[in-house]
């Protein structure tokens, strides 16, 4: 269930952001960009052969001297140790050998984390080997040699990478049990929640093996049933991470997200929706996955009979990309409705596992159609013939049409309105496919 999570680590100017852009950019398709998705990707699935996995680049880190240059790399090496479970260790053979290198060995040695070195820049392999023999000194195992930038030796080192990504367990495909992510920007209350409701149940707070790589998981039961909690604030404390390096609180958004079934998106009632609210919704949207943005700290606004119907609409307005999140108005401090968040819980899941019988699904199709004619272009009409349902969690629907081309995102959006009126799918996103069938396979 869960995939696997690979950081690039490595000094500046030694190409972590072009193998990052190279394997996001080549390896897979890159979905137009969610309004409120960071632009500066640092996060991207990545398939090889059969396996896929969450690649994350630590680049970017510039610093003026050479002591920033090691506290800033042994941060944001931390990081990446912390959440990854494989890390590529990229090394630069024009450069040579430097210190800072055998001072990130060393740590990612400590780590007991599957480390993959390798040495960068190699464009002719026959010319620059005997350089990267000596990358055999960090003693962190064989040296791979690629060129990111030329596109040589990748495939070796993703056949290393996949070497040490575990095998589905029986016992991990089994388990049934809703897992639940609390995200969302620093201070705006997540461990109080979680506290709170792990308070109310009274339940011994356990952490659950094999996820020590990001967040806390706790195990908590609500009327005889359990859920799984994800806390993504655990870790900050833990590591005392600079505010100034937000930029990696976002790897450990995705990790979180990446293994939930639903995802509470935390907001500030006091300091409303900002920016960086979007970008970590617009994560969990990809994704995907159930959503219910907790507005918290509600106690803290004054109210008159106006105020949650604002409030809501310049939320809605802001995550304009994800209509269908459901809305809470919490307080932590209190515990003001935040035993209803349980029933909201079982709502979204059953949502995001519901499915529609193709029958049921082509009779709501023909009287959409009926109502709202396809598009056409140049005298040719689009024609609708089938739509079924593939997959759940999320929902997602094939749609049969004769010319691709002439779906637009609209009508996509029109026939989405239309099955959300019918069964609601309230707190899910839905996926949609599009396939061509000529007419004369009717």
């Known amino acids: 269930m869960n995939k696997p999570v690979v950081a690039i680590v490595g000094r500046p100017n030694v190409g972590k952001s072009t193998l990052f852009n190279v394997l996001a950019g080549e390896m897979i398709s890159i979905v137009k960009d969610t309004p409120g998705v960071t632009r500066d990707r640092i996060y991207a699935d990545v398939s090889w052969l059969d396996r896929e996995f969450t ?19 042994r941060e944001q090496a931390q990081i990446a140790i912390d959440t990854a479970d494989v890390i590529i260790f990229i090394t630069d053979v024009r450069q040579g050998l430097q210190d800072a290198d055998s ?18 820049k190699v464009d002719n392999f026959d010319k620059f080997m005997p350089d990267v023999y000596e990358f055999y000194n960090l003693g962190i195992g064989d040296p791979v040699p690629i060129s990111a930038s030329s596109r040589l030796g990748l495939g070796d080192m993703l056949d290393a990478v996949c070497a040490h990504f575990p095998e589905k367990t029986e016992e991990e495909e089994e388990d049934e049990r809703p897992r639940i992510a609390i995200v969302g920007k620093p201070n705006v209350g997540k461990s109080s929640i979680i506290n709170k409701l792990v308070g109310e149940n009274r339940v011994i707070v356990s952490d ?42 976002i790897i450990r958004t995705v990790t979180a997200v990446e293994r939930a079934d639903v995802v509470l998106m935390v907001i500030d009632a006091v300091e409303g929706v900002t920016e960086q609210d979007a970008k970590i919704a617009g994560i969990a949207h990809e994704r995907g996955k159930g959503i219910i943005i907790v507005v918290n700290k509600w106690d803290a606004i004054e109210k008159n009979d106006k105020t949650m119907r604002e409030y809501e609409s310049k939320v809605r307005q802001i995550l304009s990309f994800m209509p269908y999140a459901e809305i809470m108005y919490v307080s932590a401090k209190t515990g003001q409705r935040l035993h209803k968040l349980y029933d909201m819980i079982d709502m979204v899941i059953a949502n995001q596992t519901l499915r529609v019988a193709t029958g049921v699904l082509n009779e709501i199709m023909t009287e959409a159609v009926a109502m709202q004619q396809p598009p056409s272009d140049k005298g040719k009409r689009l024609k609708l013939y089938y739509i079924t349902q593939v997959a759940v969690k999320p929902p997602t629907f094939v749609i049969f049409v004769n010319d691709k081309e002439l779906m637009h995102f609209s009508y996509t959006r029109y026939l989405e309105n239309k099955i959300r009126e019918a069964f609601g799918f309230r707190g899910t996103s839905l996926k949609f496919f599009i396939r061509e069938r000529k007419e004369k396979e009717q």
């Open 208 to 249: 659950i093996a094999g996820t020590t790589r990001d967040a806390i998981d706790t195990d908590v039961v609500h009327d005889g049933k359990e859920y799984i909690f994800i806390d993504t604030a655990g870790l900050r404390r833990k590591n005392k991470i600079k505010e100034e390096l937000e930029r990696y609180s």
């Open 55 to 73: 690649l994350i680049d630590t680049g970017g880190i510039e610093p003026e001297s050479r002591d920033i240059i090691l506290s800033q790399m």
């Open 103 to 120: 001072k990130v060995a060393d740590m990612l040695r400590r780590s007991g984390k599957p480390v993959i070195l390798t040495v960068n």
